[in-house]
């Protein structure tokens, strides 16, 4: 096993899985080196073929050569969520416009289907609480090919519960992996782990309170085949059209 490929939607747990992932690699086959990596696409995927190391892949977008990603990776974990909450998310903690946070929930969202339909892919919903859950672990150690034992499970699990992460975050600033983006915001080479990760909530359906009626049709006219195929209802399209369909 050399390539392991997190695709996650926006706010969907991706950074927590591949967090997660990394650790659940080490503890697998401790004498083979894991290394991690944050890629925009193909372009950024270079040497993901080197022998000797296991690759754990992050990724949101993967505009271009989707096909060459799903053939080079050996195991896919495709974690979703609302695409709804998810431009929330893009607004509410990365000072997104809405239009700017649909776009890239679109782009994602594209991603995310095209390598769930992969033989080597398993698919999570952050709706059902994957992040809360320690067996998430034992699944990502079947996924790769082995399994581990419930005591490192249970450590590794420890090591990523909200109240740690929130821990590492504050900490950031001390990391020799620390780095600054464009945006201004800090965040771990390593982990990926942003400030904006810190203090929220998890909750879900947060868009029927913080997005406007029509942005949310929006977002349902824009991804309704996508949230039909995944089960996501879209509630808000339904409202408009009977209210369209009433009396005057």
Same mark, same amino acid.
């Not at 029927?208 to 009626?213: A, D, M, Q």
């Given at each position: 096993?050399?390539?392991?490929?997190?695709?996650?939607?926006?706010?969907?747990?991706?950074?927590?899985?591949?967090?997660?992932?990394?650790?659940?690699?080490? *503890?697998?086959?401790? &004498?083979?080196?894991? &290394?991690?990596?944050?890629?925009?696409?193909?372009?950024?995927?270079?040497?993901?073929?080197?022998?000797? !190391?296991?690759?754990?892949?992050? $990724?949101?977008? $993967?505009?271009?050569?989707?096909?060459?990603?799903?053939?080079?990776?050996?195991?896919?974990?495709?974690?979703?969520?609302?695409?709804?909450?998810?431009?929330?998310?893009?607004?509410?903690?990365?000072?997104?416009?809405?239009?700017?946070?649909? #776009?890239?929930?679109?782009?994602?969202?594209?991603?995310?289907?095209? !390598?769930?339909?992969?033989?080597?892919?398993?698919?999570?919903?952050?709706? @059902?609480? %994957?992040?809360? /859950?320690?067996?998430?672990?034992?699944? +990502?150690?079947?996924?790769?090919?082995? *399994?581990?034992?419930?005591?490192?499970?249970?450590?590794? #699990?420890? /090591?990523? @519960?909200?109240? $740690?992460?929130?821990?590492? +975050? &504050?900490?950031?600033?001390?990391?020799?992996?620390?780095?600054?983006? &464009?945006?201004?915001?800090?965040?771990?080479?390593?982990?990926?782990?942003?400030?904006?990760?810190?203090?929220?909530?998890?909750?879900?359906?947060?868009?029927?309170? !913080?997005?406007?009626?029509?942005? *949310?049709?929006?977002?349902?006219?824009?991804?309704?085949?996508?949230?039909?195929? %995944?089960?996501? @209802?879209?509630?808000?399209?339904?409202? $408009?059209?009977?209210?369209?369909?009433?009396? *005057?």
């Amino acid at each position: 096993m050399s390539v392991l490929w997190c695709q996650g939607m926006f706010a969907s747990g991706s950074t927590w899985l591949f967090n997660v992932a990394l650790a659940v690699s080490g *503890a697998l086959e401790p &004498r083979l080196p894991v &290394r991690g990596r944050f890629v925009y696409g193909l372009r950024d995927a270079d040497g993901l073929g080197a022998p000797g !190391l296991r690759h754990v892949v992050k $990724a949101h977008q $993967a505009p271009g050569g989707l096909d060459q990603v799903a053939a080079r990776s050996d195991a896919i974990i495709v974690t979703l969520r609302d695409p709804r909450d998810a431009v929330c998310s893009l607004m509410q903690y990365q000072g997104f416009s809405f239009y700017r946070a649909l #776009f890239n929930v679109r782009l994602a969202a594209e991603a995310c289907y095209r !390598l769930a339909l992969s033989p080597q892919a398993v698919v999570l919903h952050y709706e @059902r609480g %994957f992040v809360d /859950d320690p067996a998430t672990l034992d699944g +990502i150690a079947r996924h790769l090919g082995g *399994a581990i034992t419930p005591p490192v499970r249970d450590a590794i #699990f420890a /090591d990523h @519960r909200r109240e $740690a992460v929130e821990a590492r +975050i &504050r900490g950031l600033a001390a990391l020799p992996t620390a780095v600054t983006g &464009r945006d201004g915001d800090l965040y771990d080479l390593a982990t990926h782990w942003h400030g904006h990760h810190a203090g929220r909530s998890g909750e879900t359906g947060r868009w029927r309170r !913080l997005l406007y009626p029509a942005q *949310a049709v929006g977002v349902e006219t824009a991804l309704g085949d996508w949230m039909a195929c %995944f089960g996501y @209802r879209a509630e808000a399209l339904t409202r $408009a059209q009977e209210a369209a369909d009433m009396p *005057a």
